[in-house]
């Protein structure tokens, strides 16, 4: 496959780069247009015949100088039903879903994607917290302020580690961030969070009570009623 652009609205193409091969793992590819106006963008399969490629998480940084970020990775959780009831610990939130209540049945809520829009390459020095839709937007407009990239990890998603084929798995990220889950972490979900935090991945998680969940289970799904509980290491120090 490769990448083509254009700058007459599609009346002639160029190709950046050469073609990339892929395999069975996702990889990162960069390709550099020293070119100014309005630009269209094409991805062509090249080879494969009818087998399918999986594209995931295009970034578009002007030419101005700007680049991916060179700080730390976060991930934020909201795969635990951050969202439910008048809670709202969020990055941003673009969609919606219907989320159990407490009292039963079901509302309406914000729900996260993985990528926060618009693309952080338009937050600057004076970006306000608002520029993305969260209770926590402020966190992480900060982050991305300092450096950093963050992302989400939203609802229907499975917590792992060295799972190659989860391009969220934690071994992705340097600090993996829970604020409040309402959902249980399952066993295999906490066996991959102490892994991470073994290996050097910076954890922070928050609780603020211990009352019944969604599920009708304690709502620290990571400090279970078994009494079973997690190490968790300061993201900037190291210190556990």
């Known amino acids: 496959m490769g990448l083509w652009y254009s700058v007459n609205s599609g009346s002639t193409w160029t190709q950046s780069g050469s073609n990339v091969s892929t395999t ?6 960069t390709f550099t247009l020293n070119v100014t106006g309005t630009v269209r963008l094409e991805i062509r399969k090249a ?14 940084n002007d ?11 976060f991930l934020f959780d909201a795969s635990k039903l951050e969202n439910a009831g008048s809670a709202d610990w969020q990055i941003d939130a673009d969609g919606t879903e219907s989320v159990a209540m407490y009292t ?4 309406v809520e914000t729900k996260a994607q993985r990528t926060p829009t618009p693309s ?17 937007s402020a966190w992480a407009v900060n982050l ?21 084929s989860n391009v969220q798995d934690l071994s992705n990220y340097d600090v993996y961030i829970v604020v409040e889950p309402n959902r249980l972490f399952t066993a295999a979900e906490k066996t991959a969070i102490m ?10 998680m928050i609780a603020d009570h211990t009352a019944a969940t969604t599920a009708g289970t304690d709502a620290n799904g990571y400090n279970p009623q078994t009494g079973t509980a997690m190490g968790m290491t300061h993201p900037a120090s190291g210190t556990t």
């Open 104 to 107: 039963g049945g079901t509302t």
């Open 24 to 29: 069975t793992t996702l990889q990162t590819q």
């Open 195 to 204: 892994n991470f935090v073994s290996n050097g991945g910076g954890l922070m």
């Open 120 to 136: 952080y390459t338009g937050i600057t020095s004076t970006t306000p917290e608002t520029y993305w839709k969260g209770a926590i």
């Open 144 to 164: 991305v302020q300092r450096g950093n990239l963050v992302e989400t990890l939203p609802s229907g998603s499975i917590v792992t580690y060295g799972n190659t």
């Open 63 to 73: 030419n101005s100088g700007g680049g991916a970020p060179t700080g730390k990775k």
């Open 47 to 60: 080879t494969g015949a009818a087998n399918r490629i999986n594209i995931d998480d295009i970034t578009i």
